[in-house]
């Protein structure tokens, strides 16, 4: 592939930052040979302790029986609230933008205390103890993260369901997790359309007869159905119990939050999260990566149903005593400038986003960009999925204006927080490169054999010493997580994900393990072909996929997404295939090229290959578990394109 170019650490970001380079090693090193004195002083410095733990980390990865901070007590709503109350109570917390522009509220760490107090009390009237499960099926609104921050507070766990999942779905997260209470709105309200969140609701619990609370938030105030006995409304509820509450003391191995995954590769994995741990490498990275200062106005547009939302919308920023924008709307919402627009609205200095929102916008073209200022921006995020080159520097020169630099965070679910990832101030990026570890995290290349691979090279992305917001389990099913992340590779934390590094020892996410593409014995990882695509003009999106081949093993299949206003043709074509072997070389050329309007998402935007796969292998009747497609007719279309085809 032509050789990224790189982009220097400029002096202003360096002179602002909290680390620069010389910081990072320093850290790095005595994070890796030192982990007990690394984190026992980073636990103290990020958080706030009831009772200080016994030992800082113990147990191993093929056990799986890892523990932080045991013995130690703290609660997370009171680090996230009380402890900012003397200094900060009148700063504000949370900036609500509508998905109408003309909605927004501002929520003080003092009125965040109120109103997260009052739901712990109603959730305890309604018999919610420690360790219960709650569900959560909400819009983007101050009230959800209320919900959550009201269960760590009386020490019940969360398990929030993306507010865009089917009444089968919820059904499916409530039973699995065996939740009692359901907190939910009326309505919720996106791109202009409603969504009867509800009614979503009482289907569901039609097969959940454990369910003995449903707390509704008045949203839009549209009548819905109400079961006397079970369903109440929030806004009377907080109404008839006390402002307080106290912050129960939570052992710091005390399960904090289920959370199921995207479901790219397969059936989500509902994933469970432990108290300490994930709370200090969240509050850490959100300090360091985003290289967030008292002050600055941090926007994550993730939804808080991913992992990405509970870590960067709710926990990390809250525990800094950060001020955090919750957005309920979408980009395109009423126009493709709406993003911008918001920035300008709220005076965002740092905004973290997702590659298929930027993919999305980019097929419009600059000018709903340029009409806007986003001068307050200082840094920019991506994380989700691979970020293509193009995209980058699209994202570095439109958006940002050569000027903020570009953290691509490559995590996980499973991994709770950031993993590998720029540091702003010390780490000179690469377009497409998520660059160098976090602290306390050991990245290991692995070949087939599951041996470490040593200096540049490409092979399985495994991590070899635990990390504090670690997977704890998979709930119900302990057995799973062990399979799934820990026996392939005894030792070692499999991520699923393929990875290349590079002489810099620089990490490049090139994919998922399960769609390496193997021509010919070339294996191809799906990231850089795609790359290669979408650095055309005229291509928007593109996702790559094997089909078996008779003379190569595998041949490659692109679904290619033209511009808006793009027609695909022959000719184009042609320019893709040469531009693959320019970029790449000819045995990645595509065998063959599908146009497609639109490709199969996750509902957290990832695109689901394991889906085209089927599509090019004509495998049509066995699409396997689609419950998080985002999108089904799009997969009907696609389908129906290549029986004609
Ligand atoms: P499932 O595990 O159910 O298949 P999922 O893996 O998509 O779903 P998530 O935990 O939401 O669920 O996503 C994590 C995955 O997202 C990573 O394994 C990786 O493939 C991808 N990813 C996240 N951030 C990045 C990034 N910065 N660069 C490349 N890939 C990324
Ligand atoms: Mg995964």
Same mark, same amino acid.
């Given at each position: 592939?032509?050789?990224?170019?790189?982009?220097?650490?400029? /002096?202003?970001?360096?002179?602002?930052?909290?680390?620069?380079d010389?910081?990072?090693?320093?850290?790095?090193?005595?994070?890796?040979?030192?982990?007990?004195?690394f984190?026992?002083?980073?636990?103290?410095?990020?958080?706030?302790?009831?009772?200080?733990?016994?030992?800082?980390?113990?147990?191993?990865?093929?056990?799986? /029986?890892?523990?932080?901070?045991?013995?130690?007590?703290?609660?997370?709503?009171?680090?996230?609230? /009380?402890?900012?109350?003397?200094?900060?109570?009148?700063?504000?917390?949370?900036?609500?933008?509508? /998905?109408?522009?003309? *909605?927004?509220?501002?929520?003080?760490?003092?009125?965040?205390?109120?109103?997260?107090?009052?739901? %712990?009390?109603?959730?305890?009237?309604?018999?919610?103890?420690?360790?219960?499960?709650?569900?959560?099926?909400?819009?983007?609104?101050?009230?959800?993260?209320?919900?959550?921050?009201?269960?760590?507070?009386?020490?019940?766990?969360?398990?929030?369901?993306?507010g865009?999942?089917?009444?089968?779905?919820?059904? *499916?997260?409530?039973?699995?997790?065996?939740?009692?209470?359901?907190?939910?709105?009326?309505?919720?309200?996106?791109?202009?359309?409603?969504?009867?969140?509800?009614?979503?609701?009482?289907?569901?619990?039609?097969s959940?007869?454990?369910?003995?609370?449903?707390?509704?938030v +008045?949203?839009?105030? #549209?009548?819905?159905?109400?079961?006397?006995?079970?369903?109440?409304?929030?806004?009377?509820?907080?109404?008839?119990?006390?402002?307080?509450?106290?912050?129960?003391?939570?052992?710091?191995?005390?399960?904090?939050?289920?959370?199921?995954?995207?479901?790219?590769?397969?059936?989500?994995?509902?994933?469970?999260?432990?108290?300490?741990?994930?709370l200090?490498?969240?509050?850490?990275?959100?300090?360091?990566?985003?290289?967030?200062? *008292?002050?600055?106005?941090?926007?994550?547009?993730?939804?808080?149903?991913?992992?990405?939302?509970?870590?960067?919308?709710?926990?990390?920023?809250?525990?800094?005593?950060?001020?955090?924008?919750?957005?309920?709307?979408?980009?395109?919402?009423?126009d493709?400038?709406?993003?911008?627009?918001?920035?300008?609205?709220?005076?965002?200095?740092?905004?973290?986003?997702?590659?298929?929102?930027?993919?999305?916008?980019?097929?419009?073209?600059?000018?709903?960009?340029? +009409?806007?200022?986003?001068?307050?921006?200082?840094?920019?995020? $991506?994380?989700?999925?691979?970020?293509?080159?193009? %995209?980058?520097?699209?994202?570095? +020169?439109?958006v940002g204006?050569?000027?903020?630099?570009?953290?691509?965070?490559?995590?996980q679910?499973?991994?709770?927080?950031?993993?590998?990832?720029?540091?702003?101030?010390?780490?000179?990026?690469?377009?497409?490169?998520?660059?160098?570890?976090?602290?306390?995290?050991?990245?290991?290349?692995? *070949?087939?054999?599951?041996?470490?691979?040593?200096?540049?090279?490409?092979?399985?992305?495994?991590?070899?010493?635990?990390w504090? $917001?670690?997977?704890? $389990?998979?709930?119900?099913?302990?057995?799973?997580?062990?399979?799934?992340?820990?026996?392939?590779y005894?030792?070692?934390?499999?991520?699923?994900?393929?990875?290349?590094?590079?002489?810099?020892?620089?990490?490049?996410?090139?994919?998922?393990?399960?769609?390496?593409? #193997?021509?010919?014995?070339?294996?191809?990882?799906?990231?850089?072909v795609?790359?290669?695509?979408?650095?055309?003009?005229?291509?928007?999106?593109?996702?790559?996929?094997?089909?078996?081949?008779?003379?190569?093993?595998?041949?490659?299949?692109?679904?290619?997404?033209?511009? #808006?206003?793009?027609?695909?043709?022959?000719?184009?074509?042609?320019?893709?295939?040469?531009?693959?072997?320019?970029?790449?070389?000819?045995?990645?050329?595509?065998?063959?090229?599908?146009?497609?309007?639109?490709?199969?998402?996750?509902?957290?935007?990832?695109?689901?290959?394991?889906?085209?796969?089927?599509?090019?292998? #004509?495998?049509?009747?066995?699409?396997?578990?689609?419950?998080?497609?985002?999108?089904?007719?799009?997969?009907?279309?696609l389908?129906e394109?290549r029986?004609?085809?």
């Amino acid at each position: 592939m032509s050789l990224p170019h790189r982009h220097p650490v400029s /002096d202003e970001t360096r002179q602002r930052a909290h680390l620069d380079d010389a910081a990072y090693q320093r850290l790095y090193r005595q994070s890796v040979d030192d982990p007990q004195t690394f984190w026992g002083e980073q636990a103290k410095a990020f958080l706030d302790w009831f009772k200080a733990w016994d030992e800082v980390s113990s147990g191993s990865l093929s056990k799986g /029986d890892i523990r932080w901070f045991a013995g130690g007590q703290l609660n997370i709503s009171h680090n996230c609230i /009380d402890r900012h109350l003397a200094k900060r109570g009148d700063q504000v917390a949370l900036i609500w933008e509508g /998905d109408d522009p003309k *909605d927004s509220a501002r929520i003080t760490y003092k009125q965040l205390h109120e109103q997260v107090c009052r739901l %712990a009390n109603v959730l305890k009237t309604r018999g919610v103890k420690k360790g219960d499960r709650v569900c959560i099926y909400m819009p983007m609104i101050p009230e959800a993260a209320y919900a959550m921050l009201a269960c760590t507070r009386i020490g019940a766990v969360h398990s929030v369901v993306f507010g865009g999942f089917s009444p089968d779905a919820l059904r *499916d997260r409530i039973l699995d997790a065996d939740c009692r209470t359901v907190i939910t709105a009326d309505e919720a309200v996106r791109g202009g359309k409603l969504v009867p969140l509800k009614s979503n609701v009482d289907k569901a619990l039609a097969s959940c007869p454990k369910v003995s609370t449903v707390l509704v938030v +008045k949203r839009t105030g #549209n009548p819905v159905d109400r079961d006397e006995k079970r369903d109440l409304w929030y806004h009377e509820a907080i109404q008839q119990v006390a402002a307080d509450c106290p912050a129960e003391p939570m052992d710091a191995e005390d399960p904090l939050f289920i959370l199921y995954t995207s479901g790219s590769t397969g059936k989500p994995k509902g994933v469970l999260h432990s108290t300490a741990g994930y709370l200090l490498q969240a509050a850490m990275t959100h300090k360091y990566v985003f290289d967030y200062h *008292d002050g600055d106005i941090y926007w994550c547009t993730a939804d808080v149903g991913w992992v990405t939302g509970h870590s960067y919308i709710v926990y990390g920023p809250l525990a800094n005593g950060a001020t955090s924008l919750i957005f309920e709307g979408v980009p395109n919402y009423p126009d493709t400038s709406r993003f911008w627009q918001v920035i300008d609205k709220h005076q965002v200095n740092i905004f973290y986003t997702a590659p298929t929102a930027l993919r999305a916008l980019m097929r419009e073209g600059e000018a709903p960009v340029k +009409k806007t200022s986003r001068s307050s921006l200082r840094l920019l995020g $991506s994380v989700g999925e691979p970020i293509n080159p193009e %995209a980058w520097e699209w994202y570095f +020169k439109v958006v940002g204006e050569q000027r903020c630099p570009i953290v691509d965070t490559w995590w996980q679910t499973e991994t709770g927080a950031i993993m590998i990832t720029p540091l702003p101030g010390a780490t000179d990026l690469k377009p497409g490169s998520a660059t160098r570890p976090f602290f306390g995290v050991q990245p290991v290349l692995l *070949d087939e054999q599951g041996k470490e691979i040593d200096g540049p090279g490409a092979g399985v992305l495994a991590i070899k010493a635990s990390w504090p $917001s670690q997977i704890r $389990s998979v709930y119900g099913d302990h057995k799973r997580m062990l399979e799934t992340y820990f026996t392939a590779y005894p030792g070692y934390y499999f991520s699923g994900d393929g990875a290349r590094r590079d002489e810099d020892g620089y990490w490049w996410i090139t994919g998922r393990i399960d769609d390496v593409i #193997n021509v010919s014995g070339h294996r191809i990882g799906t990231a850089e072909v795609e790359s290669a695509l979408v650095l055309h003009d005229a291509v928007a999106e593109a996702a790559v996929v094997g089909y078996p081949h008779d003379v190569k093993g595998q041949g490659i299949y692109a679904f290619v997404t033209t511009m #808006n206003g793009v027609e695909p043709s022959d000719e184009l074509k042609k320019e893709l295939l040469s531009l693959v072997g320019k970029e790449i070389g000819s045995f990645a050329k595509p065998e063959l090229i599908q146009w497609a309007p639109g490709l199969p998402k996750t509902r957290s935007g990832k695109i689901m290959r394991r889906i085209l796969r089927k599509i090019a292998c #004509n495998e049509l009747d066995s699409l396997g578990d689609t419950s998080t497609l985002a999108d089904p007719s799009v997969v009907d279309s696609l389908i129906e394109q290549r029986l004609n085809s």
